[in-house]
């Protein structure tokens, strides 16, 4: 389905459009269902995040590029003690797994390091490794779309992912290289120090929340992470393949708002 064309000179979103970007989120029937249970306040929110929810990724920025390594020398601080740029060159020569020989490149992670919100994901595939940035292929657009109906910029936030290599074949990560990346994604959150937490699908929910429930049941309760508020919800990549888990996806982020208001 291709977007209605966007006619709107000013705030109001035309009706086709509103409808169009409510269902591609999969809330078609936002009016009748949720009138009474969500605020005007939120509607306003969707509506205002929606005008520019079609599905495109912000430009990759180059400073968030993490290039394929140059080796240095200088001796490494401990992973507990680092700054920003001394974890990401750790990150970058890291050979604890066997994931370092066949990578091309690591996704460390990208967005604003001040955020309230972090999203962590799984591990790169093929196009975050090429492109370097975590969440650039197809999930990835839908991500960008989800924030945006909780009007959030992908500048606004900072996503990574439990594993920074790519594992080979699209495979989840295996209990090696979860334990050697923990430290690297612990200390992110250190340094973050985010408001909330967004688990994305069950082995980034799992592994954080070091619970083997399946995520249909760990998404829709309250948990945290050292402290922090969590939530985990449905991978995108999964939401593409059934849409129809969208409404719940939509319900995880609606409590992700309200706990980043609160
Ligand atoms: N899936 C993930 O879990 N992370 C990415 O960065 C991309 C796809």
């Known amino acids: 389905m291709s977007a209605p ?7 109001e979103l035309p009706e086709e459009l509103r409808r169009y970007y409510l269902d591609a989120m999969g809330v078609q029937v936002w009016d009748e269902l949720y009138s009474h249970a969500v605020s005007t306040a939120e509607t306003q929110v969707v509506e205002a995040a929606v005008v520019e929810t079609a599905v495109t990724e912000a430009p990759v920025q180059e400073e968030n590029i993490v290039h394929a390594e140059a080796v240095d020398s200088t001796p490494m601080p ?3 003690s680092s700054s920003w740029p001394e974890l990401q060159s750790m990150v970058q020569q890291c050979s604890q797994c066997d994931l370092h020989s066949s990578r091309t490149q690591v996704v460390f992670g990208a967005g604003n390091q001040n955020a309230r919100l972090l999203l962590v994901g799984e591990a790169p595939k093929q196009d975050e490794e090429e492109q370097g940035m975590p969440f650039v292929g197809e999930a990835g657009d839908l ?6 109906a909780i009007d959030l910029q992908r500048e606004d936030v900072y996503i990574t992912n ?3 290599c790519r594992p080979a074949e699209n495979r989840h990560p295996q209990p090696a ?3 050697a990346c923990h430290q690297y994604l612990h200390r992110q959150i250190a340094l973050l120090q985010p408001k909330v937490i967004f688990a994305i699908g069950a082995m980034a929910s799992q592994t954080l929340l070091k619970s083997s429930k399946n995520i249909g049941v760990l998404r829709g309760q309250a948990h945290n992470f050292e402290g922090i508020p969590l939530v985990a919800s449905f991978h995108p990549a999964y939401l593409l393949r059934k849409p ?3 409404r719940k996806a939509w319900q995880d982020l609606l409590q992700v708002k309200s706990l980043l208001v609160e």
């Open 177 to 179: 290289e979860l334990d």
């Open 244 to 246: 129809s888990e969208k």
């Open 162 to 164: 439990i594993v920074k």
């Open 78 to 80: 401990d992973v507990l």
């Open 143 to 148: 991500l960008t779309a989800m924030l945006k």
């Open 5 to 11: 064309q966007d006619k709107a000179d000013g705030c």
